[in-house]
């Protein structure tokens, strides 16, 4: 394990930070007891999107504040974007406590309202989930050849999380509802979405985004 690694149970480091590189947390707070949906962070590299580590428990949302600040020490500094759903208050509150750099995004009363924290709507969870493609139509580019042609297989891997990746590859869009199937969770899914607009200002329907 690398040097100065955070002790913080239900985490999960697939790539160590490195000197000069950019990173960004998206985090799924969730209430924290045992019988209810998982708490998730996602850190991905600003660059390439590789998801660097992951955090999955049952966490409360103040708890998982304060992991996404140590976190982000450990990670040069990356800023952090929440879902404000639910208990996202509770993690904003212990996250100005710890200083943590907070990315603007969307609020109850849309884009004009610049506060940290994503409120998650089905017209705002289009925008997250278009930001996530467009980061891996991006990384699928890169293997188009001097024809022309694309070769998704021969994609570098940006997923090393198989909840993330399972949920990702499991979210569904009907009748313009973009949603996890029934019995099914999207937090992990959820949190890389916030963890890739942290970070990407690029790709359809995206915006320029705002680091506190």
Do not use: C
Request: cysteine-free; hydrophobic content about 35%; overall charge negative.
């Amino acid at each position: 394990l690398p040097s100065g690694i955070p002790d913080i149970q239900g985490l999960r480091v697939y790539v160590a930070p490195e000197e000069g590189k950019r990173y960004g947390i998206g985090a799924d707070p969730a209430e924290g007891l045992q019988r209810g949906d998982d708490s998730y962070l996602n850190i991905v590299d600003s660059v390439s999107f590789e998801q660097v580590a992951v955090v999955q428990g049952k966490i409360p949302p103040e708890l998982l504040a304060d992991m996404a600040a140590d976190l982000s020490v450990f990670y040069s500094g990356a800023p952090v974007l929440f879902e404000l759903n639910n208990h996202g208050g509770l993690f904003l509150s212990q996250a100005r406590k710890r200083g943590i750099t907070l990315v603007m995004g969307l609020t109850r009363k849309g884009d004009k309202d610049r506060k940290p924290g994503w409120f998650t709507s089905q017209s705002s969870k289009h925008t997250l989930y278009n930001g996530g493609e467009s980061a891996m139509r991006l990384v699928m580019e890169e293997t188009r050849d001097a024809d022309g042609i694309l070769h998704p297989e021969q994609s570098r891997a940006i997923f090393h999380d198989p909840v993330t990746a399972q949920q990702l590859s499991s979210i569904v869009n009907i009748d313009q509802k973009i949603e996890a199937p029934e019995g099914m969770h999207d937090d992990a899914a959820m949190s890389w979405v916030l963890a890739v607009r942290s970070v990407y200002s690029g790709g359809s329907g995206m915006e320029t985004i705002h680091h506190t």
